[in-house]
């Protein structure tokens, strides 16, 4: 078992800042990649950003490229999501998974979940 716990969310006015955290304890080392997800209202969870926990590789959607960093800090079993620049279309609840399968975006491949945490974004 593996255990997510999201935190790091709030309300921020468009152009601001926030960084989520992931802190992940349990059977943590059979993980190969723990992920970002979000889902706004009305819409199918979508896939954010990822991270290798052994060679640090990260994956990225096309819309938060060069405003969002994953990072992970090993020693606290926790990975982060700074999100800069942020927009109103980033407004939705933030996930945390993990996945066996390296280099995956489907929400499918993805086995544990956080509670998640909500972002808004105010114009």
């Known amino acids: 078992q593996v255990q997510l716990v999201e935190s790091g969310g709030g309300l921020v006015q468009a152009g601001g800042s926030l960084r989520l955290s992931c802190a992940a304890s349990?059977?943590?080392?059979?993980?190969?990649?723990t992920g970002w997800f979000r889902q706004a209202p009305g819409k199918e969870r979508e896939f954010v950003a990822a991270i290798s926990w052994t060679d640090g590789s990260t994956w990225y959607v096309d819309s938060v490229k060069g405003r969002f960093t994953i990072s992970r800090d090993n020693a606290k079993n926790t990975v982060y999501l700074q999100m800069n620049s942020l927009k109103p279309e980033d407004t939705a609840v933030y996930y945390c998974?993990?996945?066996?399968?390296?280099?995956?975006?489907?929400?499918?491949?993805?086995?544990?979940w956080g509670q998640g945490t909500q972002v808004t974004v105010s114009s």
């Open positions: 998974a993990t996945s066996n399968q390296y280099n995956s975006r489907s929400a499918a491949s993805y086995d544990y």
């Open positions: 349990g059977r943590t080392f059979s993980r190969y990649i």
